[in-house]
């Protein structure tokens, strides 16, 4: 049989490709460098990433308190607990965002501070949300609630932690549940001892959040504005020392509370003035009777207060006009039946927050008693700017309002 003429191809015609054959091929060669690329991108660039230097981790920061305790974070604290509210205005000097790093706080800020909590919730709606731990009271901190939280670190006073002064912090049961439980605690003071402890404690809490730098730019300020004081005054001898009635949070208790050692007592010393309450009482407070006080002839008045009562005691602070705070400081005195006193008939009288004593702001205090004890020799010095330079440079909740006021305008 002869064969079919289709069966007389040539060989190789026999191996060809058909043409859609053919064109697969094609697409597949010209696809081929990118797939191989798309396939071995990712493990090239992780090749190359581990052998890149890695960022080393957050050293471990070390920290000196005002107990001489030496208190290790792995890295700067970003869940901090404020045993004591009041002390979100020292985190406000020390970091732009204060509330970023807040994870709980005790309640007074919203109750004692009310005006300025106000003022801060404006610019930090996030506070609104801050869990509490307990009161302003160490009887009332929760522990469990504290923990739960999850910090980082917590703030406290020695005295809150139940400590006597020179007390060591072993033997503080709240200080111990903590530190148990691997929770770092470092104790700061800018009342008992303020100008004793006030410097080391904002390097402690500057330390601790990793703003060191921002805490010398504010201790640089405060050395620079108290050593104007302390150079003015060298040398002065008691007798020198006019008798200063400090009144504490002024008509909203009965006549008089009064500061006796300790917090105001010291301010009031360094301004170069004798706090009369500082004689009689032995404690950081008390109350003076109307008899004492006019046998001390005070010739410098200086009532306190936070604006929380202002219905009754002084209206002082966030929110309030100078005409405001003039009138209730008027009324304060009237009512406390303290026209009689020298300070009163001469007009050196006059009403500042009460805030200021457990905080650094107190600078603003110690030059305002200066100012009003000794008016020759600090007649240039003026409080109310450097309250304006703090809130300029530093403070991340400025404080706006009337913080100093003159009974004479």
Excluded at 251 to 261: F, K, L, Q, W, Y
Aim: proline share 8%.
């Amino acid at each position: 049989m002869r064969p079919h003429p289709t069966d007389l191809r040539h060989p190789a015609s026999a191996t060809r490709a058909s043409p859609r054959r053919q064109t697969a091929l094609t697409r597949l060669r010209a696809a081929l460098p990118g797939l191989l690329a798309t396939l071995l991108l990712p493990a090239l660039l992780a090749g190359l990433a581990a052998l890149a230097p890695r960022p080393a981790a957050a050293a471990p920061i070390q920290v000196t308190d005002i107990l001489g305790r030496e208190v290790t974070l792995p890295g700067p604290a970003r869940r901090v607990v404020l045993a004591q509210a009041r002390h979100f205005q020292v985190l406000s000097l020390l970091t732009p965002d204060p509330a970023a790093i807040l994870a709980g706080w005790s309640d007074e800020f919203k109750t004692s501070f009310e005006p300025d909590y106000e003022v801060a919730l404006e610019r930090f709606p996030s506070l609104a949300k801050v869990p509490v731990v307990g009161r302003h009271r160490a009887d009332s901190f929760s522990v469990e609630s504290t923990l739960a939280l999850r910090p980082d670190l917590v703030v406290m006073t020695a005295s809150f932690a139940g400590l006597a002064p020179g007390q060591p912090a072993s033997e503080s049961p709240l200080i111990g549940s903590l530190e148990t439980a691997g929770v770092p605690v470092i104790v700061i003071d800018f009342f008992m001892r303020p100008m004793e402890n006030t410097i080391p404690s904002l390097r402690a809490l500057g330390r601790a959040i990793g703003h060191e730098d921002r805490a010398e730019a504010f201790i640089r300020f405060y050395e620079e504005h108290l050593g104007t004081v302390a150079r003015r005054l060298e040398g002065l001898a008691d007798a020198d020392r006019p008798p200063v009635f400090v009144h504490a949070h002024a008509g909203s208790t009965d006549c008089c509370n009064s500061p006796g050692v300790g917090t105001f007592n010291e301010m009031v010393r360094y301004a170069g003035g004798h706090n009369i309450g500082a004689d009689v009482l032995k404690t950081a407070t008390g109350k003076l009777n109307f008899e004492y006080i006019n046998s001390r002839a005070p010739t410098v008045y200086v009532a306190t207060g936070t604006g929380s009562r202002a219905a009754k005691g002084l209206a002082i602070g966030a929110g309030v006009s100078e005409a405001e705070a003039r009138a209730s400081l008027r009324r304060v005195i009237e009512d406390n039946h303290l026209g009689a006193l020298p300070a009163v008939r001469s007009g050196n009288s006059h009403g500042i927050w009460h805030a200021f004593n457990d905080s650094p702001l107190h600078v603003v205090f110690i030059e305002a008693l200066a100012h009003w004890i000794h008016p020759d020799r600090f007649a240039d010095v003026d409080p109310a700017a450097t309250l304006k330079a703090i809130n300029t440079r530093f403070l991340a909740v400025p404080l706006q309002g009337t913080y100093l006021v003159n009974l004479k305008p």
